[in-house]
């Protein structure tokens, strides 16, 4: 099989692992593709819902379809960095410390509620994030490849919480919201439950592996390939740098925001069959890509301002290349 072919075959395996996720999750197609284009550009995802939304069980299903190990872990404020890393255990038939590798080594880290653990527990994936490796007594130890970081974080309740810190926002490549399902997709999902779906149990719901390494390697590599004009280039570069002076920012998007942004729209662009990246790429990724590298100034907010309003200003402003 040609390099061509095995890249066609992983596009139609993408296809398909969007098909097979919305088995078990309904009504939340945008947030499915956005984990996809994650997984394609190499980067972690940042989920933000209410409770009940199916975060959880939209992780897991993506793993049964790529066929990837994955492991949960709830953070809590009691949770220490050996237990997200692992740790040096004194074993006393050999009379020795050995490393117990801790759930991070996995491919798919499912990190539920990770708000809810204190900063020094936060900064522990740091490394694991940025460098695919985790560092115990001296010894860097690489993680699986691939390795992906999917966090989810509740918006609404703020009590004995602890807000991710910019340089941690910094390294999730898109924060994906996840919104409450409409009155159709919602009525779908209660049918399903009411004949016999259980969220346990994704085998029996009819969710099977679609895809595996071999096509993520191929789709990475495709989605590498797609060249993207010098216009557009400058269309991400001006985008990036429209949010820094921005009246209500504080904190515009870096320039690890505009490479992410290039990534994302790079993968999008492949995903959806084409092997150039247009402006309508940039604008569809930018809101994923940038909302979380925001910070707004404290009078913005007062009025009611929000990153995704003033990335929606950012675009109708930012002149498009023709």
Known sequence: MTSTDSIERSRAAFTAVR???AKAVVGQDA???GLVVALLADGHVLLEGVPGVAKT???RSLAAALSLDTKRLQFTPDLMPGDVTGSLIFDSRSAAFEFRPGPVFTNLLLA????RTPPKTQASLLEAMEERQVSVDGIARPLP?????????NPVEYEGTYPLPEAQLDRFLVKLNVPLPGRDDERGMLQRHAD????RDLAGAGLSAVAG???LVAGRAGARSVT???EVLSYIVDICRATRSSPSVSLGASPRGATALLRTSRAWAWLSGRDFVTPDDVKALAHPTLRHRLVLRPEAELEGASTDAVLEGVLATVPVPR
């Open 228 to 230: 993207i004009a010098p």
């Open 196 to 199: 016999g779906f259980d969220p």
């Open 31 to 33: 947030v499915v593709s």
């Open 19 to 21: 098909s097979e996720v």
């Open 57 to 59: 069980l939209l992780v």
């Open 145 to 153: 490849e691939p390795f992906m970081v999917i966090a989810t974080q």
């Open 112 to 115: 539920d509620e990770i708000n």
């Open 213 to 215: 390494p071999a096509d």
